[in-house]
């Protein structure tokens, strides 16, 4: 059955970093557009990255210069590389998928940036 699964979250001090990973299964990426999404508690869910199958890449601007987004589709995943962290980066980050009417989310990885 295909899915996505994110890993890498973790609690980090401000000014820290880490990187998020989600990997596919049952399908293979190099055709879909994929976007990071995080979802801050009593916050709207936001997308905070973007990287087209041709490799087109865009932030939202509060990310802009600390996160970078990258895929590997020879290792079938893609990366969320985040430097500088702030504690309003704290929040539940998830991968999504989409080629066609193809679609694919993962369940998400929580991400607390605290001191």
């Known amino acids: 059955q295909a899915h996505l699964v994110e890993s890498g979250g973790a609690l980090v001090q401000p000014g820290g970093s880490l990187t998020l990973s989600c990997a596919a299964s049952?399908?293979?990426?190099?055709?879909?557009?994929m976007r990071w999404y995080r979802q801050a508690p009593g916050k709207e869910q936001e997308l905070v990255a973007f990287i087209s199958s041709a490799g087109t890449i865009d932030y939202v601007d509060s990310v802009k210069g600390r996160f970078t987004i990258s895929r590997d589709n020879a290792k079938n995943e893609m990366y969320l590389q985040m430097n500088s962290l702030k504690p309003e980066d704290t929040a539940v980050y998830s991968c999504y998928a989409e080629w066609l009417s193809f679609h694919y989310w993962g369940r998400g990885t929580q991400v607390t940036v605290s001191s």
């Open positions: 049952g399908f293979t990426l190099n055709k879909y557009d």
